[in-house]
T-cell receptor, first 114, second 114 residues
Framework: AQSVTQLGSHVSVSEGALVLLRCNYS??????LFWYVQYPNQGLQLLLK??????LVKGINGFEAEFKKSETSFHLTKPSAHMSDAAEYFC????????????FGKGNQVVVIP | GAGVSQSPSNKVTEKGKDVELRCDPI?????LYWYRQSLGQGLEFLIY????????KSGLPSDRFSAERTGGSVSTLTIQRTQQEDSAVYLC????????????FGSGTRLTVV
């Protein structure tokens, strides 16, 4: 079964500083990987996804993530944090076939400090 | 429709009463998922539909929870004899037939049992 691990439920970052959210996955087959963002009182919105094409994936709002098979990781980064990036971020994994549902990590609550 | 629509957006109910939560997925999305999000608990999978069938209902926490989907479209999640621990945000998502495409989430229904 697939699973993801996100460490550190709360992440504080200064405005203008690098945002780095870590995601490590466990999968018996090459997975598909996703990052979602949830703003207060809203549903989850897809930020970006890896589907076995390019290992560096660019998403919305200046975010990107790199798939590293050797490290079983899919960390999310943004070079310069903005106040509007304050939200909760979820990593998710899916097999490329079979069981159809995503397995989500526990999420990172990002706080941006002015 | 243009997005996933959930109703009601908020529901306050008395302990012991039954509630119905509705999800209207994106037109053409054959897969539909229900998740529960409790404070500090992340996303808890409840049930997955492919068309009108539910091949995976392993996440339903008790027999008080049930869900159906009709016409390959609208889904209803029913909670009977609600308990205070049922208080949470219930999220619905839909996708094309495989999860590889990623989910589109609704804004959720916030259920409060008093």
């Amino acid at each position: 079964a697939q699973s993801v691990t996100q460490l550190g439920s709360h992440v504080s970052v200064s405005e203008g500083a690098l945002v780095l959210l870590r995601c490590n996955y466990s999968s018996s087959v090459p997975p598909y990987l996703f990052w979602y963002v949830q703003y207060p009182n809203q549903g989850l919105q897809l930020l970006l996804k890896y589907t076995s094409a390019a290992t560096l994936v660019k998403g919305i709002n200046g975010f990107e993530a790199e798939f590293k098979k050797s490290e079983t990781s899919f960390h999310l980064t943004k070079p310069s944090a903005h106040m509007s990036d304050a939200a909760e971020y979820f990593c998710a994994v899916s097999p490329p076939y079979g069981n159809n549902r995503l397995a989500f990590g526990k999420g990172n609550q990002v706080v941006v400090i002015p | 429709g243009a997005g996933v629509s959930q109703s009601p957006s908020n529901k306050v109910t008395e302990k012991g009463k039954d509630v119905e939560l509705r999800c209207d997925p994106i037109s053409g999305h054959t897969a539909l998922y229900w998740y529960r999000q409790s404070l500090g608990q992340g996303l808890e999978f409840l049930i997955y539909f492919q068309g009108n069938s539910a091949p995976d209902k392993s996440g339903l926490p008790s027999d008080r929870f049930s869900a159906e989907r009709t016409g390959g479209s609208v889904s209803t999640l029913t909670i009977q004899r609600t308990q205070q621990e049922d208080s949470a945000v219930y999220l619905c998502a839909s996708s094309l037939p495989t999860a590889n495409y990623g989910y589109t989430f609704g804004s959720g229904t916030r259920l409060t049992v008093v």
